[in-house]
Antibody, heavy 114, light 107 residues
């Protein structure tokens, strides 16, 4: 069955970076894009962008350009999202999802605090 | 960006009841509308794609309809496991956007 397994919770300091992973299984990894979504209590669900897992091409929501960087390692069927220059506003649960969002990871909590 | 407005934001309901959740887009989205269920542990389950198509494994008590700017999710007879958060999402134009959610609560 299709599974997206995300890395664990992160506690980071303001100004630092974190890198979240999303390991796919149960399907041909390069046949579907991977999207990333941010969830906070205040802003709800926000679409960050997607990566073409075959070519590595990316498309970002303007709001997250410069904040999120999406990459992929085809050899391990894993997608990554790096969040840089962290502020408390980046504290959220981040989800990866396949293609048309037809399968989701379990979410990864990021807390930014000094 | 297309704004997605869900109503109501919370809905008390009883087991066996029929409920409908509404989702309105700020402009027409040509039926490019998905629905999701989120449980308290954060697990997000896709329910419906392209307005009315059930994802594999989703019970037939769930249905979706709509066109233009107005869409809805109906649960025909509530089961205990249906009490959760529900979100709509448009994928007509970038960036994809989500509704604010509807919390379905046990009355």
């Amino acid at each position: 069955q299709v599974q997206l397994q995300q890395s664990g919770a992160e506690l980071a300091k303001p100004g630092s970076s974190v890198k979240i992973s999303c390991k796919a299984s149960g399907y041909t990894f390069t046949s579907y894009y991977i999207s990333w979504i941010k969830q906070t209590t205040g802003q709800g669900l926000e679409y960050i962008g997607y990566i073409n897992t075959g070519s590595g091409g990316t498309n970002y929501n303007e709001k997250f350009k410069g904040k999120a960087t999406l990459t992929v390692d085809k050899s391990s069927s894993t997608a990554f999202m790096q969040l840089s220059s962290l502020t408390p506003d980046d504290s959220a649960v981040y989800y990866c999802a396949r293609g048309g969002l037809d399968a989701w990871g379990q979410g990864a909590s990021v807390t930014v605090s000094s | 960006d297309i704004q997605m407005t869900q109503t109501p934001s919370s809905m008390p309901a009883s087991l066996g009841e029929r409920v409908t959740i509404s989702c309105r887009a700020s402009q027409g989205i040509s039926n490019y509308l998905n629905w999701y269920q989120q449980k308290p542990d954060g697990t997000i389950k896709p329910l419906i794609y392209y307005t009315s198509n059930l994802q594999s494994g989703v019970p037939s008590r769930f249905s979706g309809s709509g066109s233009g700017t107005d869409y809805s999710l109906t649960i025909s007879s509530l089961e205990p496991e249906d009490f959760a958060m529900y979100y709509c999402q448009q994928y007509d134009s970038s960036p994809w956007t989500f509704g604010g959610g509807t919390k379905l609560e046990l009355k």
